[in-house]
């Protein structure tokens, strides 16, 4: 083991600097406590209105119960940890920023309205959810936009690649992680001649997706490449108490006709160069037309919001760098998720999808952390006769989240929710189809911190042929997993106790 590498690495030292924090305040409170019985009820009482204040507001339930449990074990200094760390909403310098840049955006989110009167006219329920989308995250649906889909990352890399080759004006990619490797430096490779062709290339990468796997500051260095390049959201220890809030979206678009997304980052086990947890199945999406535009804002929201560049905003637009009319089956609506205004788009667009199936609902999911109503929606799909399937891992990335996922096996079980586990090694996929007419390919994963905490993107999809390709994939993948069965969940009395404490402190993972 190289010592001198993990003591220097970042993501040991902003651990170490936050457990020592956390040591730190915990010595701090016994300290003062043990000083005054009067201090000490202070800091009882303190627990008491947090409590109270946690019960009134409006977050999710999994997550309240999860802090006024820890608070009722640690009635001493309980509320003050909820304090410096409960909140999970996020800066007002963070929310003040991006909704200005929203604001500056608006008028550019406006469709025409036709695509989702055609749906109307087709199923009123499917285009309640565009039209839900549409109010909640103020992307709307589109046609003439071609969709591919991608079984795995490796073809979608060389896809990528290819899209990045033929770019002529611009370059704009949104990664959650990126890794020096065989799979960035072909990327970077044709980044840096497009630049000294031109094109105007833009970077944004999450810092905390990256601060094992990229030098400090390595936004710096593409700057010297002349890539433009931010690093979302620093890692600062001391001053950011909850590092929450994660730009977990993977997006490219190239000359505003092309975008990809999906759950593939830019890392070589995405495209199993690198083989961590056996075979890495992971999926992803491209379009070409209409459909882009929304990727686009999406990009140029979260940069103008700390970079402001872009004064006008039609010479993006999907048409302009490509004259020729798109076409494309069906309709398609990317969408943005994320922690601002305390709704869980994602979550809802997949509960929804539950509640309209008929015959069957495919699910991937790396991980399975669910709330309340998502597992309400997930059983009463199977107990009104709808075949309802779960792929997740066969091999973990994170044990403790592995025996978390598998702690909410045997409720869906028992309820007629078949969950396969993929066998040849790590699903990484995020994706829903439905009945041969819905579905959604993006970056969401059926955790807490992708429904609540982070900024996340998906592809909704209605009667486009791409959800046909996503169904053939399901049933090969599923051929390729292996059932679970009811009797695999019983862990015994210490198992059992193990998974009731993990499922109560997820929300806080």
Sequence with gaps: MNYKKMITNRIWVTALILILQVVWIVVALLKLSSYSVWINVGFSVLSILMVLYIIGKEENAAYKIAWIILILCLPLFGGLLYIFFGNKNPSKKMRKRMNLAHRRLEREFKGDGRALDEMRSLDERAAGISAYLEGASDYCAHRDTDVTYYPVGE???????????????????????VEEGIMWNKVLEVLERKVSQGVDVRMIYDDMGCVALLPQNYHKILEEKGIKCMAFNPVV??????????????????????????????????????????????????????????????????????????????????????????????????????????????????????????????????????????????????????????????????????????????????????????????????????DDELGVVGSINMDYRSLYLHFECGTFLYRSRAVLDLKRDSIETIKKSRPVSLRECRTGLFGGLLDALLRVLAPLF
Aim: net charge neutral.
């Design 155 to 177: 073809i979608m890399f060389r896809d990528m690649l290819e899209a990045m080759e033929q770019a002529e004006y611009y370059i704009f990619l949104e990664y959650f992680i």
């Design 237 to 434: 220890p001391f001053l950011s108490m909850a590092m929450n809030h994660r730009d977990h979206r993977k997006i490219l678009v190239v000359d505003g006709h092309t975008a990809f997304t999906g759950g593939i980052n830019l890392a070589d086990e995405y495209i199993n160069l690198k083989q961590r947890f056996g075979h890495w199945k992971d999926t992803g999406v491209r379009l070409v037309g209409e459909g882009v535009w929304n990727f686009t804002l999406m990009f140029l929201e979260m940069w103008n919001t700390y970079r402001k560049e872009d004064t006008r905003m039609e010479q993006f637009r999907p048409h302009v760098h490509h004259p020729a009319p798109f076409s494309g089956s069906g309709y398609v609506q990317p969408f943005g998720d994320n922690p601002l205004d305390n709704e869980p788009v994602a979550e809802n667009v997949y509960i929804e999808i539950l509640n309209q199936a008929r015959h069957y609902c495919y699910i991937f999911t790396p991980y399975l952390i669910v709330d309340n109503e998502m597992k309400l929606a997930l059983s009463l799909a199977a107990k009104r006769g709808v075949d309802v399937r779960i792929v997740t891992p066969g091999i973990p990335d994170k044990p403790l989240v592995f025996r978390l996922t598998r702690s909410n096996y045997a409720p869906l079980l028992r309820a007629g929710v078949k969950i396969y586990e993929y066998t040849p090694g790590f699903i990484h996929a995020k994706s829903y189809v439905c």
